[in-house]
C-alpha cells in the first residue's frame, strides 16, 4: 500500500464508521449533558481550589 492510497483507505474508513452510528436518543443525551457538566463543574472547581491555595501561599 503506497502514499495515494491512504486518503482512500481513510475515507473508506470514515465512510463505514458512520454507517454504524446512529442519532442518540432523547435520554442518552440527557444524560451524556449532564455527565458532560458535571465533569466540567468539577475540574473548574479543582482548578479554582489550585488557584487559591496558590494565592494563600503567596501571601504568607
Given at each position: 500500500?503506497?502514499?495515494?492510497?491512504?486518503?482512500?483507505?481513510?475515507?473508506?474508513?470514515?465512510?463505514?464508521?458512520?454507517?454504524?452510528?446512529?442519532?442518540?436518543?432523547?435520554?442518552?443525551?440527557t444524560?451524556?449533558?449532564?455527565?458532560?457538566?458535571?465533569?466540567?463543574?468539577?475540574?473548574?472547581?479543582?482548578?479554582?481550589?489550585?488557584?487559591?491555595?496558590?494565592?494563600?501561599?503567596?501571601?504568607?
Amino acid at each position: 500500500m503506497g502514499i495515494k492510497d491512504l486518503p482512500v483507505k481513510a475515507f473508506k474508513e470514515t465512510r463505514r464508521i458512520l454507517r454504524l452510528t446512529r442519532k442518540p436518543r432523547q435520554s442518552e443525551f440527557t444524560e451524556t449533558s449532564k455527565i458532560t457538566g458535571a465533569g466540567v463543574v468539577i475540574i473548574g472547581v479543582i482548578g479554582f481550589i489550585i488557584i487559591l491555595i496558590a494565592h494563600i501561599i503567596r501571601s504568607i
